[in-house]
């Protein structure tokens, strides 16, 4: 049978949920500029650009899942300033996921618009792109979703439980305001929960010391301040006000 591949044929590709195969068969069929490939280099390149837009899709399913409120932040965008601590070598170790495959946690510490946010999102897009599972909160969001959840619906059930079982959780501005006592033995249960199981990312203004001051109960305090440091990486972010910078460079 003498048949070509059109245009027309795309839909039987979308049914069969692979659209980017399609796409690109038609183009290699249509398109006198290949016509040296052989049929395998052909196939090969077409489930390529098919397996490229699952990996791209499934990326985007993990960053939308994440709530990060800021999907497109990423390493590559980083600024290694000369006057700011910003290490390339160690970025490009965190970048590679070996931190959450051993379940360590990392602890971003600097000064207000020092860049520290920023930083945990572009390494939350980059578990990401290898597929791991995230979340991101700043720690004041977290315990007002908390106080919403009736304390023994399915919601709140299943909230904690997506908390306990991702694979990287961020808590931005971590303990820089005071939280109530309930907020902190809530915290502490999460943490519990991940020990050892997924890695937790912490950014705050403050060292964990001082962690100690917008908590009421000195146990939990400890037991909080354990958690998250005895197993972490700690980088101390320092250099510039990145948004004076950035809104230096943008006029």
């Not at 489930?47 to 490229?52: A, K, M």
């Not at 315990?143 to 023994?152: F, H, K, P, S, T």
């Not at 440091?229 to 990145?242: H, K, T």
Request: aromatic content about 8%; hydrophobic content about 40%.
């Amino acid at each position: 049978m003498d048949r070509h591949l059109t245009h027309d044929d795309m839909p039987l590709f979308t049914q069969l949920r692979m659209t980017a195969f399609g796409h690109t068969v038609i183009e290699l069929a249509n398109d006198p500029a290949y016509d040296d490939w052989t049929f395998s280099q052909k196939i090969l390149y077409a489930v390529e650009q098919e397996q490229t837009a699952r990996q791209q899709r499934r990326t985007q399913k993990l960053l939308k899942a994440s709530r990060t409120p800021n999907p497109q932040a990423c390493i590559e965008e980083l600024r290694y300033l000369p006057d700011r601590s910003l290490n390339r070598e160690v970025i490009g170790h965190l970048a590679s996921g070996q931190w959450i495959d051993q379940a360590q946690n990392l602890v971003i510490l600097g000064t207000s618009s020092v860049g520290k946010t920023y930083l945990a999102q572009a390494l939350l897009n980059a578990a990401c792109r290898k597929f791991y599972t995230a979340r991101f909160f700043r720690l004041d969001d977290l315990a007002n979703q908390l106080a919403v959840l009736d304390y023994n619906s399915q919601q709140r059930l299943d909230f904690l439980t997506d908390l306990h079982n991702c694979e990287v959780l961020i808590l931005d501005d971590f303990l820089t305001t005071p939280i109530t006592q309930e907020t902190a033995a809530e915290l502490l249960n999460i943490l519990a929960a991940r020990d050892g199981r997924g890695s937790t990312l912490v950014t705050s203004q403050f060292d964990p010391p001082d962690w100690y001051k917008t908590l009421h109960d000195a146990v939990i305090a400890e037991s909080i301040l354990n958690r998250v440091v005895a197993s972490a990486e700690i980088i101390q972010l320092n250099g510039p006000n990145m948004r004076h910078y950035q809104h230096q460079h943008d006029e």
